[in-house]
């Protein structure tokens, strides 16, 4: 009988020594979305949801026949495309945003929103801190440094502000509601879901603005696509967390423009007469009249420019009265970024008060 309990204690021993902890529960409710949408071949089609409708994108006809199109067109698949879309939904303040754009102020009311205190401040110490990268740019691309730190500066306050909304949503949303633009927007939502399968990115994470926009430069997906750059070398283009290779793609971005190195950007110009007034550019354009024919005109520069230059009449609301400027090729180069000229202006402004506190230090 001792034996017998000997064995049993024994055996009791050997089960805890060996006993494994519980294997936690899964959460069986989560859907992961895959980060990479690898070509398919053959993919099937799309299928619409079965049940109620909850309001996703994926539940929409229209989205639907985009998915199909992603998939004949580029190979994603289906499934993880309607996986993707089935967690994103539109969102009516992205129109109402498109319908109030800040280029809608006066210059003067405009220019007070990116010419402040904190925003020079903060492009001075931008500068101080990628002073490297900014004149490698300037030597490779031919941009000045002052340029490319006053767009990062305007659109994000140096990465400050990225933006709120879910790309995908902001593209989606103009693509298939916002009819004045949607092709333009469907073609961008083509291009962010080829962005994020090349760079390995999950598209419902990525942020930007309203108009989806992305990274430090605000780069649309388009524009992410042919001329960002990997300006460090390590092997990926990432303009939401690398200075460098935002600094790096801005730069391309104004060169392949045809930015033109050493050229002027604007000056302000005196009027006088009344012929001027027939010569104001009332939309973005390519400069066409030399600067001789518009001194013939009553325009005359305030700098010292060559008569032969190519510039356009621009007139500002100022706070008391209007204010006049020529703008020149390189002027029209950043209206490529953005189609405003009170954005260019703001650009070209903030850049150079930035210089000039720079060349303080």
């Not at 990628?130 to 990062?152: C, H, K, N, S």
Request: hydrophobic share 35%; charged share 20%.
């Amino acid at each position: 009988m001792k034996g017998y309990y000997l064995l049993l204690i024994v055996v009791l021993l050997s089960a805890c020594s060996t006993a494994q902890p519980p294997v936690p529960i899964q959460d069986q409710t989560a859907t992961p979305v895959p980060e990479l949408f690898p070509p398919s071949i053959n993919p099937p089609p799309v299928t619409p949801p079965a049940g109620p409708v909850t309001g996703s994108l994926a539940e929409r006809s229209d989205t639907q026949a985009f998915i199909q199109e992603m998939v004949s067109r580029h190979g994603f698949s289906s499934q993880q495309l309607y996986a993707v879309f089935s967690r994103a939904h539109t969102q009516p303040s992205i129109i109402a945003a498109m319908n109030r754009p800040a280029e809608a102020k006066p210059w003067y009311a405009y220019r007070e929103i990116f010419l402040t205190p904190k925003r020079i401040q903060g492009g001075v110490q931008f500068w101080r801190t990628y002073r490297t990268a900014l004149a490698r740019a300037e030597q490779t691309y031919g941009v000045p440094a002052e340029i490319i730190v006053a767009i990062i500066g305007v659109e994000t306050s140096y990465g400050g502000n990225m933006g709120k909304y879910r790309a995908l949503e902001a593209l989606a949303t103009l693509a298939f509601d916002y009819p004045r633009r949607a092709d333009y927007f469907r073609k961008e939502l083509e291009n962010y879901l080829l962005l994020t399968r090349q760079e390995g990115i999950d598209p419902l994470t990525v942020k930007g603005s309203y108009a989806g926009a992305m990274g430090l430069g605000q780069f649309m997906p388009g524009s992410y696509l042919r001329y960002a750059v990997d300006f460090d070398g390590d092997g990926h283009r990432d303009l939401w967390n690398n200075p460098v290779d935002a600094i790096g793609s801005v730069a391309n971005y104004l060169s392949k423009n045809r930015w033109q190195p050493g050229e002027p950007v604007t000056t302000r110009a005196l009027v006088d007469g009344w012929q001027y007034q027939e010569l104001i550019s009332r939309k973005v354009q390519p400069p066409s009249r030399t600067v001789l024919s518009f001194r013939q005109q009553g325009v005359m520069p305030e700098k010292v420019v060559n008569d032969t230059q190519k510039a356009i009449l621009l007139e500002l609301q100022g706070s008391d009265s209007p204010e006049y400027w020529l703008g020149f090729d390189n002027f029209y180069v950043i209206t490529r970024y953005n189609q405003s000229p009170l954005y260019a202006m703001a650009v070209y402004q903030l850049g150079r008060t930035i210089r000039e506190n720079v060349g303080q230090a």
